[in-house]
């Protein structure tokens, strides 16, 4: 059994800690945060030994009579593979603690590339995290552009990737994000960060991405443009990504049209918090003119992420190949839609 | 002077009348109306001679206290030229109303192209418009497209253009309109309808659009690539757009992040309603990578095509060519920002 600490408990911690308990081969031996809120009172309530993540905040807890296993560095210690799941940039100044320790560790992808011996994404370099120290899980959205290019660059060839990213503004729980009312060009600049991120995973990859944030809180939707090398047909990628385990090709006939249907399956579905951990992919938007593949794909941007942290622990620790620990992972989430 | 009628009082029709007014070689005989709600009333305060757009309606206005100058068909016989800004599919049926009169009319972009002689956009072609009984000015996101090709076209060249239209979901009065907190791929087919309708006004053209539909009412934001046949630059292409008259290059130091503050700008500077008869584009977006060329605009979806419908009367009417037309229209409006 592979022994696991998250270090953080927020919107991606709290679900790899969840996903890390609900896998054949990981123990979670404990989740370190900051602060006693209603966050903290749930992982003592789903008995997840519970960390300080800071020690001079540790009575804070006690204030609020919230049971402490002990400070972060015990957790560390004990721990075979660290997830980093802070927000960003705290990740980084974390990398001394994990470095201490010898445990290698996993970082999210609001950390910088340069931190990290790779970036990491499952379907596409699994390999390259190998007896890493240090691993970054790229972000929602470069998770999810990662996911359709491995398989498209594999079957055809890509000549160049656009993408134009109408993102969330902010996460249904935060309460402090804009915008109301408007759509903004974010950044203003061209390419945002999303297609230089790709390439921490596709280094010789051609991709340009526009980034707009907008007032919706479910999930970031892509319009996507690939110039394939190959011919295809529509046809032929729509089989070619429902082969895939983590994109959801949407059937026409479920009459989803947007985040809020999705959503709305997915906790029918029995789906942890409504997650949606897949690409999902419209099915009539897959559409070929020329060489220009086209389509409309969601991304669930607090929980794409998740299964792709469990496989890099597995990658970390040498447990596993690949497809081994995809399947794995697959199967303890029983991820099929 | 010409005589110009406006059928259909509502988000373009009064906007249009009002323009209308502002010319020097115009005269607005009177609009029409079917209902007479807040819009009706401040017409008639306008001095702006009101008609009823259906007989049997007729008794509602003067129940509301309303003067009527007319029935619509009076309207028709007087004026030279029609504007109809009915909604989409009712211009249509107004077809025979005005051919019965013998009166050249301009229909709206939400007509189909089959309805009329042309579809028009002033700086592509105005001159395929001169004499013509039927005229269909282009929607607002048509119009944004178009004047962005025309230059373009002219000056580099155009491979393709791909584009993805994020869109308001209704306007600020629409208070029956969604989404609410949902990012809608709309159509979830690709292309939507906007290609297409692109290639009314530049048929050889190579087109590409993709629509979705926000949260939000204030101004569409397109998300643009164009590849260009010939070499440019983003200086080169800025200075381009600058020299146009409709595309205004919003300068960095303005500090513009979306169209919350566009609107707020064009409201300080006087503007009726705060409307933004031209493309808007962020300077800053404005890049080429390779042959692409990609930029962020806002269009405001309740008033760019005015000035197009004001340079359509003249062109129907063959009282000036297109930069006679273009510039009356302009400094009428006092259109620098």
Redesign the interface.
């Given at each position: 059994m592979l022994s696991v600490g998250v270090n953080g408990y927020g919107t991606i911690g709290k679900r790899v800690a969840d996903a890390v308990v609900a896998q054949p081969d990981m123990e979670l031996v404990g989740v370190a945060k900051t602060r006693p809120n209603y966050e903290a009172e749930r992982a003592v309530a789903n008995g997840y030994p519970l960390y300080a993540a800071i020690e001079e905040r540790a009575e804070k807890f006690d204030a609020a009579d919230i049971d402490l296993a002990g400070l972060v560095e015990e957790l560390v210690e004990e721990a075979d593979v660290m997830v980093d799941a802070t927000p960003s940039g705290i990740g980084a100044e974390n990398k001394s603690l994990y470095e201490e320790h010898d445990t290698p560790a996993l970082y999210q992808g609001g950390e910088d590339a340069d931190l990290v011996d790779t970036s990491f994404n499952a379907r596409a370099n699994f390999a390259d995290a190998a007896g890493a120290d240090r691993v970054r899980v790229v972000s929602c959205n470069t998770t999810g552009l990662s996911r359709l290019v491995a398989p498209l660059e594999e079957e055809y060839g890509i000549e160049?990737v656009?993408a134009?990213l109408?993102r969330?503004g902010g996460d249904p729980a935060q309460t402090d994000r804009g915008?109301i009312?408007?759509?903004?060009?974010?950044p203003?600049?061209?390419?945002s960060h999303h297609g230089p991120d790709v390439q921490t995973i596709f280094p010789d990859l051609a991709i340009?991405t526009?980034g707009?944030k907008?007032?919706?809180?479910?999930?970031?939707?892509h319009?996507i443009?690939v110039s394939l090398t190959g011919d295809a047909t529509a046809d032929e990628v729509r089989e070619l990504l429902e082969s895939q385990t983590r994109t959801f090709v949407i059937p026409e006939h479920l009459d989803i049209?947007?985040?809020?249907k999705l959503k709305e399956f997915a906790l029918d579905a029995g789906r942890p918090r409504g997650d949606l951990w897949e690409n999902c992919i419209?099915g009539?938007?897959i559409?070929v003119?020329g060489d220009?593949l086209?389509?409309?794909q969601?991304i669930h941007q607090e929980s794409d992420v998740v299964p792709e942290n469990v496989d890099a622990i597995r990658a970390v620790a040498e447990t596993a190949d690949a497809d081994e620990s995809i399947e794995t992972t697959n199967d303890a989430l029983d991820m099929g839609l």
């Open positions: 160049k656009r134009t109408v969330r915008p009312n408007d759509i903004l060009p974010n203003r600049t061209i390419p340009d526009l707009l907008v007032p919706a809180t479910l999930m970031h939707t319009s443009n049209d947007g985040a809020g419209w009539e938007s559409s003119e220009d086209y389509l409309f969601a």
